[in-house]
């Protein structure tokens, strides 16, 4: 019996991987516009390190966690997220010494096992960006504008960008009192999740999918009542920020996030679909305690993370010429062959991308193969090539045909598909 993949782990096939590399493609020259550089961290780190940021009585840390001993008895999780481990590497090569301000973008796997469905995975990828050292709201203005700009490159429509701020751990403890106090009295209108948070993380009764828990929170307090001075003022330069480069976005004060490192600004992108149904294909925030958190000085931090495969679900199709040779070498007959393989090799150490059958039949089963590949021109070789020393080039879409001498060959094709 096959072994199959893991139920929520997916195989990216070569069919979808176009799709994959024109939005890495696009992600690189972006962030580098922008001025981000790449980091990559490590898929698995010490447990504790995201026990620390993300929260302990996040979903994510008390649910979700692929976590293990390993051989040598260490604590290990595969990452369910990139932020923790870009500040820890943040931290531990004391990049707030030599780069101050710190932008780095990052793409690649997070695990996470939360139940599988449409656009929800236990593998998935994400791809981040994070800019530490900056405190003054220009920089999330500039972050929320880089998502902006992705968004509009890659053509995703229907799209809305909701902002909130969770303030400070000064106003916040103030809100949170105030929360729980509220959900005190509410008690028993609440889910057992939420009545059990009461204590540790209020805060997350108010994004509780429960429709018990969204009708018992409706006259909730809410954060903005809360805000103090600074984070007030900061929030207002955001949202300036974001009017004067034209960015539209939606306030929306019940946003709470669902990790704990959250300070002042944080975000979704959210999409919504035909039947009005919502889901975050990106999100992030301010996290200025994170780094002191794990152990590094007070370093003040910003960031996202874009859900990829939630993300090409929404993007119009690559179009189908990604991957396709331009050259398609049809050779007939064992000497034509071997001419045949040397010439897919000179053309591909050219960079021409060139394809050819490994088992060739007659010629028109071959020509049949050239169509199907979407070579834009056909390379002809049979014994009568051969005598002559001469190949018959094939333009696939006009259907032309002209004669060229072996010795010109290369430079021929060259010529050719220096426009494609
Ligand atoms: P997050 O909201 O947990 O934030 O995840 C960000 C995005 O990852 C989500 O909006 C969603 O598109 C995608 N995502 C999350 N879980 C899954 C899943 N199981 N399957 C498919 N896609 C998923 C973070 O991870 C923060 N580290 C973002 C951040 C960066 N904040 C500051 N810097």
Not at 47 to 74: C, N, P, W
Not at 172 to 190: G, V
Not at 307 to 316: A, C, H, I
């Amino acid at each position: 019996m096959l072994t199959q993949a893991i139920k929520g782990v997916k195989d990216i096939l070569p069919e979808d991987s176009p799709k994959w590399r024109r939005l890495e493609d696009a992600v690189r020259k972006l962030f580098s516009d922008y001025g981000f550089s790449e980091i990559r961290t490590p898929i698995i780190e010490h447990t504790v390190l995201f026990a620390r940021s993300i929260g302990a009585t996040s979903d994510i840390v008390e649910k979700e966690m692929y976590a293990f001993k390993d051989q040598g008895g260490d604590e290990i999780t595969l990452r369910p997220e990139g932020t923790a481990g870009v500040v820890r590497a943040y931290a531990e090569h004391k990049l707030f010494a030599s780069r101050p301000v710190t932008k780095v973008y990052y793409m690649g796997p997070m695990f996470r096992r939360e139940r599988p469905q449409a656009g929800r995975l236990r593998q998935f990828h994400q791809i981040g960006v994070e800019a530490l050292g900056v405190s003054e709201p220009g920089i999330d203005v500039d972050v929320l504008a880089a998502l902006v700009e992705l968004f509009g490159r890659l053509e995703a429509q229907g799209v809305e960008l909701h902002i909130n701020s969770l303030g400070c751990k000064d106003c916040r403890a103030a809100y949170k009192a105030a929360l729980k106090d509220f959900l005190m009295r509410k008690t028993d209108s609440l889910c057992p999740d939420c009545q059990r948070r009461i204590e540790t993380n209020p805060l997350r009764a108010l994004d509780c999918k429960s429709e018990r828990c969204k009708a018992a929170t409706a006259d909730a307090p809410m954060m903005s009542e809360y805000l103090d001075g600074d984070c007030r003022a900061h929030f207002e330069s955001v949202k300036q920020g974001l009017d004067d480069l034209g960015i539209q976005y939606v306030v929306d004060p019940r946003m709470v996030r669902g990790l704990d490192y959250y300070t002042r600004t944080t975000f979704e992108m959210i999409a919504v679909d035909k039947q009005g149904a919502q889901n975050a294909v990106a999100a992030g925030g301010r996290y200025d305690g994170l780094v002191e958190e794990i152990g590094g000085p007070s370093t003040p931090g910003i960031g996202f993370a874009i859900g990829v495969e939630r993300l090409l679900m929404m993007l119009p199709e690559a179009g189908n010429g990604a991957g396709s040779p331009q050259v398609y070498i049809a050779a007939i007959g064992g000497r034509a062959e071997r001419f045949g393989q040397k010439l897919a090799d000179e053309l591909r150490k050219c960079g021409i991308p060139a394809e050819r059958d490994y088992s060739p039949g007659g010629l028109k089963n071959q020509m049949k193969k050239a169509d199907r590949s979407g070579a834009s021109f056909t390379a002809i070789i049979g014994e009568d090539e051969m005598a002559r020393g001469a190949a018959i080039i094939r333009d696939m879409k006009s259907r032309e045909q002209t004669e060229v001498r072996f010795d010109r060959l290369v430079e021929e094709i060259k010529t050719l598909t220096r426009s494609l």
